[in-house]
């Protein structure tokens, strides 16, 4: 029998819940794109996103994914040729790296293992050797999604500045926008990257792109652009259209307008992000337990280098997949592939999984899904430790 029938969970790390009341809100016909209403929103909801961004700066709208982000971003700074340092620690860092290979950069990457924190010491000694600064850009991920580490932006900018390297930082945040606290004007990051599908609680389909004055300047070097990728008129348009190159996203922007209304109410970004903390520490203590039997762990052993908005485990092959074919098809929560641990014709693949604990996230969502893994643990006859339940619900009480 299943017991799947009722409310699912879609507990993957992207696209995430899309809450009922920003479906509803999206659940309108197309409005006047020349004036009114639409057109009258736009300056507030700018605001409110460069709110979640933690930034007074610049910001962008795509209709596009996290890819035609990275391509946004690098456009606008980067001509072929110039050199790019790519900080790799997981699938993701090396897809923005390779994105830049292939607009012309000349690619420097260094690479890390995908359960540890950028080593800053690597980076700063990498800085240190660029004595003519022909480095233009540091591109670094806050969360990679695929092995759910946590890097330490801030503790980059110090490094540059320690380097007295005049490099852009840029990062991709679109693993942990509105999850893992990210501060763009204080930490000093030059743009920022993230996509609608996660923390934001949208469906895939925007992505945004937030710049300084410096990425300004840098943007000025570039005499040949494309007018789609060309952030100037997008973040300081003269008529409405020039926000979106075209015709306005007009649902996309009214599941936006009520996201941001849905953080503000939370108690704005930092209690969305306490949120996501407590949440994640909630399923670490789950995950903790079971790993007391030995066949599973949490694949980032330290817990400061972990995201707020996905975790990554291993459970030796095959009982990942199993454990995922069990809670999706007997309990109706869906959990996340393996991505960048092994191709996914290795036996291997199926010793990882990853939970998606971001966006429109709570705790009874967080401990039925905990509750689930459970159950599936023991029908798979997986060994695991009991009390795993209690550990997050300890954690989750003391909120
Ligand atoms: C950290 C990170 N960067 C980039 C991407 C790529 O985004 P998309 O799949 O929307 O192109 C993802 C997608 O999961 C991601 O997690």
Redesign the pocket.
């Known amino acids: 029998m299943t017991l799947a029938n009722g409310r699912t969970y879609l507990a993957i790390?992207?696209p995430s819940v899309v809450p009922d009341r920003v479906l509803n809100a999206m659940h309108a016909a197309s409005s006047n794109i020349y004036e009114g209403a639409l057109v009258d929103m736009m300056p507030d909801l700018i605001g409110d996103l460069k709110g979640v961004a933690r930034t007074t700066k610049q910001a962008a709208i795509y209709i596009g994914?996290?890819?035609?982000?990275?391509e946004a971003s690098l456009t606008n700074t980067i001509k072929p040729g110039d050199k790019v340092l790519a900080l790799v620690g997981g699938a993701?860092g090396a897809?923005?790296a390779e994105t830049a290979r292939r607009l012309g950069a000349d690619v420097q990457v260094l690479e890390f293992d995908n359960s540890v924190a950028i080593d800053m010491q690597r980076v700063g000694d990498m800085l240190a050797a660029d004595t003519s600064g022909e480095i233009r850009a540091v591109l670094a991920?806050?969360?990679?999604?695929?092995g759910s580490v946590l890097n330490d932006i801030a503790g980059l900018r110090a490094v540059m500045d320690a380097a007295g390297h005049g490099a852009l930082l840029m990062v991709?945040?679109?693993?942990?926008l509105g999850c893992n606290r990210f501060e763009m004007d204080a930490w000093g990051v030059d743009v920022m990257?993230a996509?609608s599908?996660?923390g934001l609680m949208l469906p895939?389909g925007l992505?945004f792109v937030f710049f300084n004055e410096k990425a300004e300047t840098a943007r000025a070097r570039i005499s040949q652009l494309s007018p789609y990728w060309d952030w100037s008129l997008r973040a300081r348009p003269n008529v409405f259209y020039q926000y979106f190159a075209g015709t306005a996203p007009v649902q996309f922007l009214l599941g936006l307008r009520e996201a941001l209304d849905m953080i503000a109410e939370e108690g704005g970004i930092k209690a969305a992000w306490a949120r996501h903390e407590k949440l994640a520490h909630a399923i670490w203590a789950a995950c903790d337990i079971w790993a007391r039997a030995g066949a599973l762990r949490l694949h980032v052993p330290n817990a400061v280098h972990r995201s707020h908005s996905v975790t990554a485990l291993y459970l030796s092959a095959p009982l990942a997949t199993k454990l995922r074919v069990w809670c999706e098809t007997k309990a109706g929560v869906t959990l996340g592939i393996s991505l960048g641990m092994a191709d996914a014709d290795d036996p291997d693949w199926h010793g990882h999984f990853r939970i998606g604990h971001m966006g429109h996230v709570n705790a009874h969502m967080v401990l039925g899904m905990l509750g689930a893994i459970d159950a599936g643990l023991k029908a798979i006859n997986a060994p695991h430790g009991s009390g795993a339940l209690d550990a997050a619900a300890e954690v989750i009480s003391k909120a």
Do not use: E, L, R, Y
């Open positions: 790390p992207g994914n996290g890819h035609a982000m990275w993701f897809g923005w991920v806050h969360v990679d999604t695929s991709d945040c679109i693993a942990s990257v996509a599908q996660k895939p992505g």
